[in-house]
């Protein structure tokens, strides 16, 4: 008697995960087996945070979601469009721009391949994701990042994208 696998998220090639393909792509040896509940260690970490959520005010986390984001948006629209623009790299936020569509997220275009300034920013320690074929996500969480690790995105951001960028 043959059984069928079941297929779960944590069983997906952690490498190809995120691509969100209509194809499994199975991770090597007994992690395939894995389904949708994550590690108990993992769990253990999960419920320390939960526990910081819950000592944080929501409407204070609301707020400063809102001003993060916002900010984020100022900063790219500020240094990346025209005229102001010093680098040949435009960026476009493909976020909607109604706040309550978007919540804590800005998803951008660049007008050059998207995986090399991926790559330089990852070089400079910056955290962000990639959905293909062209999107960079930006997520200013206001649990734990500050107004300062904006700007230092956007800095770092304008000083990769001062650089000549080829595919």
Same mark, same amino acid.
């Given at each position: 008697?043959?059984?069928?696998?079941?297929?779960?998220?944590?069983?997906?090639?952690?490498?190809?995960?995120?691509?969100?393909?209509?194809?499994?792509?199975?991770?090597?040896?007994?992690?395939?087996?894995?389904?949708?509940?994550?590690?108990?260690?993992?769990?253990?970490?999960?419920?320390?945070?939960?526990?910081? @959520?819950?000592?944080?005010?929501?409407?204070?986390?609301?707020?400063?979601?809102?001003?993060?984001?916002?900010?984020?948006?100022?900063?790219?629209?500020?240094?990346?469009?025209?005229?102001?623009?010093?680098?040949?790299?435009? $960026?476009?936020?493909?976020?909607?721009?109604?706040?309550?569509?978007?919540?804590?997220?800005?998803?951008?275009?660049?007008?050059?391949?998207?995986?090399?300034?991926?790559?330089?920013?990852?070089?400079?320690?910056?955290? @962000?994701?990639?959905?293909?074929?062209? $999107?960079?996500?930006?997520?200013?969480?206001?649990?734990?990042?500050?107004?300062?690790?904006?700007?230092?995105?956007?800095?770092?951001?304008?000083? $990769?994208?001062?650089?000549?960028?080829?595919?």
């Amino acid at each position: 008697m043959k059984m069928n696998k079941l297929l779960g998220w944590w069983g997906h090639k952690e490498s190809t995960r995120l691509e969100m393909t209509s194809d499994f792509d199975f991770a090597p040896g007994i992690d395939s087996y894995r389904l949708s509940n994550p590690p108990a260690l993992l769990v253990v970490c999960l419920i320390a945070s939960l526990n910081e @959520f819950l000592e944080a005010d929501g409407r204070r986390l609301r707020e400063k979601r809102f001003l993060l984001t916002g900010y984020l948006e100022y900063l790219l629209k500020h240094h990346f469009s025209e005229p102001s623009n010093t680098s040949k790299v435009t $960026v476009d936020i493909v976020t909607p721009l109604k706040f309550a569509e978007r919540g804590c997220q800005l998803s951008i275009r660049f007008s050059c391949p998207v995986h090399k300034v991926a790559e330089e920013l990852r070089k400079r320690g910056m955290i @962000f994701d990639i959905r293909k074929p062209d $999107v960079m996500r930006l997520t200013p969480v206001p649990l734990y990042n500050s107004f300062y690790d904006v700007y230092r995105f956007v800095d770092t951001l304008r000083s $990769v994208l001062d650089e000549p960028i080829n595919d």
